[in-house]
Structure formats: structure tokens, C-alpha cells
């Protein structure tokens, strides 16, 4: 039983120490990532399984002789780190509490908090009371054009809207499986949701991702009031893939060439909450492999960076910047693997400098891509914040000053 726990040790300091410090080397680059990903939003859980299965092993005596003892180390080193992934997940409440700190609405109209049994029960507990789902609607005449609708049970009109982009690196995702936690929390607050998908390549090529989503967009002006939702009043939100998408939404209103044969559609948003996002694809790719660069050229662009660099650069949000942005908030984690937390430092940084709106940066210390996608503590903290600068949009027209050093 020695070597039984040698072995389970070495496995509990290796999950713990890929998400303190996530591997980024090609070939461990995507199992790395899943690893690193559950362990980090799902530590509590990690560290009673690893319990759970080291307790029997040492009464059956496995930390006799050399190897138990060193599995017996490997075990309580592993687990010391799992406390600091929690701490680093718990101090999500202090930053998020430093980037709303302005947004703070009177005590009677705080939104109640995120479900506590939907943290304890990730998996399981995926409804929300009071909240009705609507699936499947057409917005467009091809087959993938459809979306889910989120609304409050009770009836009500001229509600504030958010669509909802899922990530995906364009090629794969779907509605199914990502913005369920936030159109959950915000639908039960009194805001109408809308999670959309949209083509994806290889079956399209960009911009043919973005058109879709101005189609939905234009969908939810004329069929807004069907659902209790306001049509004048869209914000947008998205992660990864649908970050990038959600940001190009936010900065690209009412622009012809992604608008065509609906040129004359409103398709403004009034503001933008983004997760994780793209926002250079050119410094996006000059990082990534080979492999990734030839699937993103041939697959999601459907030309090389050499035959047209001008549409990589229109594909990258960072080159809309303007001054007429709306309100962003720009979300990512200083651990994330697949999109590196520099793509959002910089793209926050600059869209600052221009825009005459506020711009809100939220950087999750410890936190991998993706990590909104089930409910975790991290995941709760953060949705609940994101409903106080939406609902701040929607009192106040705009969230209130940006203060320097905002993280």
C-alpha cells in the first residue's frame, strides 16, 4: 500500500501544482488546461475526493516505509497548495468589490446574491427559480441561427436586455453550454437574456460569425416587447471566442459591410461585458503553435496573414477603438493558457486612453480560461458584479467614473 499512496500523492501535488503554475508547452497545452481549470474552480471539491481516497490507504498502513512517507509529503504539500488556490479564489470578493466599488446601488436595491446550493451543487443545480427558458428560436434562415431566451417568470415589460456570445475558438461551442450561470442570475434580476449561436467555421469564414450575431441583434429590436424586453436597451457579453465577437459588436455599430442586406438595422449596443477575449488575432497567433495558426488561417479566416494582413487587422477589436465606444468591462484571469491576460491588459489600456466611456478592468488572480462557465465561488463573486455595473448601465446610462488602477 506504500507505493498505492506514493502514487496518489504524486498525482495530488502534480494537479496542484499545474494550477498554481499551468503548463503551456504544446503538448500538455489542452489536457493542462482541463486539469488546471477543474482543480482551480473546483478545489474544495479536489481536496475532500483526495481525502476521501488517502484516508483508507493510511489506515491500511500506506505510509509505512520510505515510499509511503514520501507519498504522505507529496499528499500534504499538494493540499498546502490547494489552499492556495482557495485563498486566491476567495479574494475575488475584494476585487471585484474595487472595480464596483462606485456602482454600489441603495440597500433596497441590491440584487439578492447567486444561489449558494448552486456553488455546492455545480453540476446539478443548472435552473433558477423564477426564471423561464425559451429555446430554439430562428433568427435567421440558416440552420445553426437559433437562440434561447431567458426571462423572468413574472410578467413584465420593458425589460433591459444582454445577449449572451459563446467562445469556441469559432469553430466549435454552443448556447447549450456556456452564459448559463450569468443569464440565470440576470434573468432572475429582472433582465431579459438572450444566448445565441451563431455559423461556425469551417463551414463559415469570418466575418460571417459577427454578421450572425448583428442578425440576432436585429432580431432582438423586432421581437424585443414579445419577450418583456426593452428593444432600445442591449448589452452584450461573451467569452473567449465570444468575447472577441462580443467586443467587435460593441465597437462596430451599424457598420455596412458587417450589416449586409440589413444596413439600415440599429445594432448598437449599450454596453459590453467581456471574458476572456481575442483583441489582437495577429498577437494572438505570433504566440500560438503551428498548428493553431494554420486552423485559424485556413479554417476560421480562410486566408493567411501574408495574402491579407488588413483582415486580421479588422478582425481584432483592438482596431476599432474609438472614442464613441460604450461601456466595457474587460474580465480575464492572470492564469489563462489559451488567451494569454496581456491580450486584456493591453486592449483595456488603450481602450481607455480613447474611449469617452468608462472602461472597467477585472484581472481574477488565479484564474484559468473559462472559469465562469459553471458555478463556482470565483464564478458567483463575479456574476453578482457584473449584474451591479449592467444594472449601474441601465440606472445611470453609463457606470459611474472609471478610477485609475481600477483591477
Known amino acids: ?32 488546461f482541463f486539469a488546471a481549470w477543474l482543480t482551480i474552480e473546483l478545489a474544495p471539491w479536489v481536496l475532500v475526493t483526495e481525502a476521501a481516497v488517502t484516508a483508507p490507504i493510511v489506515g491500511a498502513g500506506g505510509f509505512h ?23 486566491r479564489a476567495r479574494r475575488t470578493t475584494v476585487t471585484v468589490r474595487e472595480w464596483s466599488a462606485g456602482l454600489e446601488l441603495d440597500p433596497g436595491e441590491r440584487a439578492p446574491a447567486f444561489p449558494r446550493s448552486h456553488v455546492v451543487l455545480p453540476f446539478l443545480m443548472t435552473r433558477r427559480a423564477g426564471v423561464t427558458r425559451t429555446r430554439d428560436i430562428a433568427y435567421g434562415d440558416e440552420p445553426g441561427m437559433r437562440l434561447d431566451v431567458y426571462r423572468p417568470t413574472e410578467p413584465g415589460e420593458r425589460r433591459p436586455g444582454v445577449m449572451e456570445v459563446h467562445g ?7 448556447k447549450r453550454e456556456q452564459g448559463i450561470p450569468l443569464l440565470n442570475h440576470l434573468a432572475a434580476n429582472g433582465w431579459v437574456g438572450v444566448n445565441v449561436d451563431y455559423r461556425l467555421s469551417p463551414r463559415v469564414k469570418f466575418p460571417d460569425h459577427l454578421i450572425d450575431l448583428k442578425r440576432a441583434i436585429r432580431w432582438y429590436r423586432d421581437h424585443a416587447e414579445e419577450h418583456g424586453a426593452d428593444p432600445d436597451f442591449l448589452c452584450v457579453t461573451g467569452g473567449s471566442a465570444g468575447g472577441h465577437l462580443a467586443a467587435l459588436l460593441a465597437l462596430t455599430p451599424n457598420a455596412p459591410e458587417y450589416q449586409p442586406g440589413f444596413e439600415d438595422a440599429d445594432t448598437t449596443v449599450r454596453a459590453a461585458v467581456t471574458f476572456y477575449g481575442v483583441y489582437d488575432l495577429g498577437a494572438l497567433l ?32 483592438a482596431h476599432w477603438i474609438n472614442a464613441d ?48 462557465v459553471f458555478p463556482s465561488y470565483r464564478t458567483a463573486r463575479v456574476i453578482e458584479g457584473v449584474e451591479r455595473v449592467l444594472t449601474s448601465v441601465r440606472r445611470a446610462g453609463h457606470p459611474a467614473t472609471d478610477r485609475p488602477g481600477d483591477q
Open 1 to 32: 500500500m506504500s507505493y498505492v499512496l506514493l502514487a496518489s500523492g504524486a498525482l495530488a501535488l502534480l494537479t496542484t501544482v499545474n494550477a498554481l503554475a499551468p503548463r503551456k508547452d504544446l503538448l500538455l497545452l489542452i489536457p493542462g
Open 325 to 372: 465606444a460604450p461601456p466595457f468591462l474587460v474580465v480575464h484571469g492572470s492564469l489563462d493558457t489559451l488567451v494569454p491576460v496581456a491580450q486584456a491588459r493591453s486592449f483595456a489600456a488603450r481602450l481607455r486612453e480613447v474611449s469617452a466611456a468608462p472602461v472597467l478592468y477585472a484581472e481574477m488572480k488565479g484564474a484559468q480560461h473559462a472559469f465562469d
Open 65 to 87: 516505509g520510505g515510499a509511503g512517507w514520501a507519498g504522505l509529503v507529496a499528499t500534504a504539500v499538494g493540499w498546502a497548495g490547494l489552499a492556495v488556490v482557495m485563498v
Open 168 to 174: 469556441g475558438a469559432w469553430m466549435i461551442g454552443s
Open 286 to 317: 505570433d504566440g500560438g503553435s503551428k498548428i493553431f495558426v494554420s486552423a485559424i488561417e485556413r479554417h476560421v479566416m480562410g486566408v493567411s496573414r501574408v495574402e491579407d494582413p488588413e483582415a486580421y487587422d479588422k478582425a481584432s477589436p
